[in-house]
């Protein structure tokens, strides 16, 4: 029996085995979410960092830099956390350095331990469980949350990556997203609206943001780390020629 489990916080994953597991690391507003629709718009590579300064000094090296705190661009970087502003190859072949508030947190907690990290998105739903059930390993969903705490689309994810692998598992917060992805039915922006960060970006005027964050299955894009760097997969390049930006091959 494959199983599956869910880390509600960052905070929570020192109670979490992580060895031998595939980690799906989701930051769904918007982190994980624009990192897939960059490397499926064909952006190179993306190295996620915790650390503000540590992004900015990849700017010498030539990177494009993306940094955010509190859900503005951050001072002296190229961009901000936006998804949009990576369609249509406007950055095509760049190298990406990026700090976000809890998603690149999130990936460098996981780092250390874990045998494979992937980034998950309902974006890439699909192609991450196509992905997932050809694979040997147990699955750990990893939700960025907000400053440590839960949030509901993070974790939602982990109910609809749950119910798309159909596994058996014993874990009480999977089963628990799993009803609320039910009942959330398919219109996830109208479940979502009253989402504590849903309310923060359409503060800050994202309501783009989030109805593209909740899109279901726009990329065939299966997002790995390699080695510091999250790259697509390159079994699911091909699938890429799919993705309605029409995208060339890239990993
Ligand atoms: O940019 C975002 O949407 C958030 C900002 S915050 O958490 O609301 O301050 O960052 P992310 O790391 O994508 O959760
Ligand atoms: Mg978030």
């Known amino acids: 029996m494959r199983n599956i489990e869910t880390c509600i916080s960052p905070e929570l994953i020192h109670l979490h085995d992580l060895t031998q597991k595939t980690v799906v690391v989701v930051d769904i507003f918007r982190a994980s979410s624009t990192m897939v629709t960059a490397l499926s718009n064909g952006v190179r590579c993306i190295k996620p960092l915790s650390d503000l300064d540590e992004c900015r000094n990849y700017k010498n090296k030539n990177w494009l830099i993306a940094g955010e705190r509190n859900g503005q661009q951050a001072e002296g970087f190229d961009l901000g ?4 502003s990576f369609l249509g190859n406007a950055f095509a072949g760049e190298k990406l ?6 998603g690149t947190r999130a990936i460098s907690l996981a780092e250390a331990d874990s045998e494979e990290i992937l980034i998950g ?12 059930q050809i694979s040997d390993r147990d699955v750990l969903v990893l939700c960025a949350g907000w400053k440590g705490k839960f949030n509901i689309e993070d974790s939602l994810y ?9 596994w058996k598992h014993d874990c009480d917060a999977t089963l628990a997203m799993e009803a ?3 009942q959330a039915g398919e219109n996830l922006s109208f479940f979502l609206e009253k989402a504590s960060h849903a309310k923060r970006l359409q503060n800050h005027q994202l309501e783009k943001d989030i109805d593209f964050c909740l899109e279901l299955n726009r990329y065939n894009a299966v997002v790995h780390l ?3 760097l999250l790259k697509v997969k390159p079994a699911a390049a091909k699938q890429r020629r799919l993705s ?7 990993s």
């Open 97 to 102: 350095a990026m700090t976000t508030t809890n």
């Open 158 to 166: 982990a109910g609809a990556l749950s119910l798309t692998l159909g």
């Open 180 to 182: 609320v992805f039910q």
């Open 81 to 84: 956390n936006s998804p949009l």
């Open 121 to 132: 998105s309902f974006l890439n739903l699909q192609a991450t469980v196509d992905y997932l």
């Open 226 to 228: 390699d080695e510091g």
């Open 244 to 250: 309605p930006e029409g995208n060339s091959l890239q």
